[in-house]
């Protein structure tokens, strides 16, 4: 991330009801175009990791050590509010935050350069709407059926393949050749 900090934490030393002298001005070009940056990796981060669950974001302060936990919404306002006054947005840390609940600031990024990298798009993911084998409905972001438990993977590869070209016969055997359960 920029050198900015969403928490709003620099005004040490600052007296309560004294204006900061600071507030209200415009971000540099460099620091507006880091901030812009941010938003547009949080936009590619929740897009890739929301789905399987992620709350947001946790970024490790280097000025008190600890760990902030934004949620996806609460970082997305905090980095605008800073593009359109020029001063971070302050907010009430999170409640015992469940760790797990919430992707690395550094590790989400790495994870969607990697995809672009590799030209992946981070929304690409084939859409399965209901389960192969019984027919439930299933959201776009399910591993598996809530029903029979089953894979969605599986028909996302076999829809991947037929998008791609392969003959469905052929992609039905390959399927079953690597173990995977018949489906409808």
């Not at 941010?38 to 789905?51: G, H, I, Q």
């Not at 469940?98 to 600031?105: A, G, H, L």
């Not at 990697?114 to 929304?123: H, K, N, R």
Request: glycine share 10%.
């Amino acid at each position: 991330m920029g050198e900015y900090d969403p928490l709003g934490e620099d005004d040490e030393g600052q007296e309560e009801g004294e204006e900061d002298p600071e507030a209200g001005r415009p971000l540099p070009d460099d620091e507006r175009e880091s901030v812009e940056a941010d938003l547009e990796d949080l936009d590619a981060m929740r897009t890739v990791f929301e789905p399987q669950g992620a709350k947001g974001v946790v970024i490790a302060c280097t000025e008190c050590g600890a760990n902030h936990y934004y949620g996806w919404e609460l970082l997305r306002e905090s980095l605008e509010h800073m593009i359109d006054t020029g001063e971070p947005r302050v907010h009430e840390p999170a409640y015992q935050p469940k760790e797990d609940d919430y992707v690395v600031w550094d590790y989400g990024k790495g994870y969607v350069d990697a995809l672009a990298d590799t030209g992946l798009e981070a929304g690409s993911r084939v859409e399965v709407t209901s389960c192969g084998w019984c027919e439930t409905p299933v959201e776009p972001h399910f591993s598996f059926c809530p029903k029979c438990g089953r894979p969605m993977a599986v028909l996302r590869l076999f829809k991947e393949l037929l998008d791609r070209g392969m003959d469905e016969r052929d992609v039905r055997a390959v399927l079953l050749r690597a173990g995977f359960e018949p489906f409808s």
